[in-house]
């Protein structure tokens, strides 16, 4: 793989370049690869001993999601340390997969049995890094009611929570605009007296709110609502929104009591969430659903901690319940998303548009790192990639693509650089690299670099078949 002069040259730690550090060697990292400049080709390690936001680009086949399945890896190994990271453990991973090709993950390359030309092949280029067998802690899980009927046996369903959606949330599963369409007002009303205000039947029983409602409870509200003999809404509109209702509610994602954080989410183990089958109204109602409910928890979780820690008149019982508390938490974890553009896109709205942003934001105050993939980084909510610390930049060849990336970057570009010896910069070298290469620039790295990323130990599914 071709090699390039960047100047002045990277910094090393020993055998290592560290990237993202803020002080010195950390105490949790991840391999990423070895660089690929003239000279020694140092092994890469990224920090990843405090919360971070990563953004990973580049163009269809270069190797973005490949990338992100060597970092997700690290992640989530079986063993505090191995060849390719050294983590606490005490972090979860949640991933989704919109194209679902990481189901995989808990397929070792070097699986026995009869395999493949594809996973050979794979095999042997983790041979030629002289890396061993590495156990990873993974979990697939399928959204109820998306499961083929060839479906691994393995995979985990996944139910949502219908009390965690909020008016907006059903606004968007329902595609109404609670504004400007009467249908979208109607049930903004239903929603309202359900969850906040109660209502009266027509033999006159007064239904207290509940917040812990169910789409039930929505349903009968627009059946049996006395305001129905008065209403300004028309029969054809509630039984419009009624029959929208009546569809979910025989959903089998919505049945059960939904999936618990602390099911989906586990320290040290990684959970992929299969998207691809799901309707696009109902992947981002999910992501939106999930993320605003773990902001809320590792919120509620990092305060309690900081209490215990600060408030000198805490007495003993105060002690013991918010301990309890902490013990009962969603640990701190990273969400992942691949092909972010999908979910959270640039000059459109979603369902998870707010959900992420405030997420991306504020998530890092309470243990929460975020890593995301695109092909487009102009397709990508400019609220998101704000944030980002770390850009993998993979080859690009769009230059309004590559414009923005370098409008982003977060560390200072090389002073020269030379393919053969013949200076070229850095958009050049940008539409340059070959698969697998990747340009890196950090807040905390001296300069951008260029990095081959290391090879995964688990099958990787981005493949064409």
């Known amino acids: 793989m071709k090699r390039y002069g960047l100047y002045p040259e990277m910094r090393a730690q020993g055998d290592w370049c560290i990237c993202g550090s803020e002080s010195g060697e950390p105490k949790e990292w991840l391999f990423?690869?070895?660089?690929?400049?003239?000279?020694?080709?140092?092994?890469v390690r990224f920090d990843a001993t405090r919360e971070k936001v990563m953004a990973i680009v580049g163009k269809r086949g270069q190797g973005k999601s490949y990338t992100l399945g060597s970092v997700v890896e690290g992640l989530c190994t079986s063993d505090s340390e191995s060849a390719i990271a050294a983590t606490s453990k005490q972090r979860g991973v949640l991933l989704?997969?919109?194209?679902?090709?990481?189901?995989?993950?808990?397929?070792?390359?070097?699986?026995t049995g009869p395999q493949s030309a594809e996973m050979r092949n794979q095999a042997a280029v983790l041979q030629s890094w002289g890396l061993p067998p590495v156990a990873l802690d993974v979990d697939v899980w399928i959204p109820a009611g998306y499961r083929y009927r060839l479906s691994s046996p393995t995979f985990?369903?996944?139910?949502?929570?219908?009390?965690?959606?909020?008016?907006?949330?059903?606004?968007?599963?329902?595609?109404?605009?609670?504004?400007?369409?009467?249908?979208?007002?109607?049930?903004?009303?239903?929603?309202?007296?359900?969850v906040d205000l109660g209502w009266t039947d027509m033999e006159g029983s007064f239904h207290r709110p509940k917040r812990n409602y169910t789409i039930s409870n929505l349903v009968e509200c627009i059946?049996?609502?006395?305001?129905?003999?008065?209403?300004?809404?028309?029969?054809?509109?509630?039984?419009?929104?009624?029959?929208?209702?009546?569809?979910?509610?025989?959903?089998?994602?919505?049945?059960?009591?939904?999936?618990?954080?602390?099911?989906?989410?586990?320290?040290?183990?990684?959970?992929?969430?299969?998207?691809?089958?799901?309707?696009?109204?109902?992947?981002?109602?999910?992501?939106?659903?999930?993320?605003?409910?773990?902001?809320?928890?590792?919120?509620?979780?990092?305060?309690?901690?900081?209490?215990?820690?600060?408030?000198?008149?805490?007495?003993?019982?105060?002690i013991k319940e918010k301990e309890e508390l902490v013990a009962r938490s969603v640990p701190k974890a990273w969400v992942?998303?691949?092909?972010?553009?999908?979910?959270?896109?640039?000059?459109?709205?979603?369902?998870?548009?707010?959900?992420?942003?405030?997420?991306?934001?504020?998530?890092?105050?309470?243990?929460?790192?975020?890593?995301?993939?695109?092909?487009?980084?102009?397709?990508?909510?400019?609220?998101?990639?704000?944030?980002?610390?770390?850009?993998?930049?993979?080859?690009?060849?769009s230059q309004s693509d590559i414009d923005y990336i370098l409008d982003n970057l977060k560390s200072p570009l090389p002073t020269e650089i030379k393919d053969d010896n013949i200076s070229i910069s850095i958009r050049e070298l940008i539409r340059d690299i070959g698969v697998g290469q990747a340009v890196v620039s950090d807040t905390n790295t001296s300069r951008c670099f260029v990095m081959e990323v290391r090879p995964r130990v688990s099958a990787h599914g981005g493949f064409e078949a």
């Open 156 to 194: 985990k369903d996944l139910y949502l929570n219908v009390p965690d959606f909020s008016l907006d949330d059903w606004s968007s599963l329902l595609d109404l605009d609670i504004v400007r369409d009467i249908k979208g007002q109607y049930f903004t009303e239903v929603f309202q007296k359900v």
């Open 32 to 43: 990423l690869g070895r660089l690929a400049e003239y000279g020694r080709r140092y092994n």
């Open 336 to 397: 992942v998303i691949d092909e972010a553009q999908n979910i959270v896109p640039a000059g459109k709205r979603t369902s998870a548009t707010t959900s992420l942003v405030r997420f991306v934001k504020e998530g890092r105050n309470f243990g929460l790192s975020f890593v995301v993939t695109t092909q487009q980084p102009r397709a990508l909510d400019p609220n998101v990639l704000s944030q980002v610390e770390t850009f993998v930049v993979h080859k690009l060849v």
């Open 223 to 318: 059946q049996n609502d006395e305001d129905n003999e008065l209403s300004v809404y028309r029969a054809d509109t509630r039984r419009a929104v009624l029959q929208q209702l009546r569809a979910y509610e025989r959903h089998p994602i919505f049945s059960g009591s939904g999936t618990s954080l602390r099911q989906l989410i586990a320290p040290g183990r990684a959970s992929v969430v299969l998207l691809n089958s799901l309707p696009e109204d109902l992947r981002g109602v999910l992501v939106s659903v999930i993320v605003k409910r773990l902001l809320q928890e590792r919120a509620e979780a990092s305060e309690t901690v900081k209490d215990l820690l600060i408030n000198p008149d805490l007495d003993e019982d105060q």
């Open 96 to 111: 989704f997969d919109t194209l679902n090709i990481f189901q995989w993950m808990n397929v070792s390359v070097f699986s």
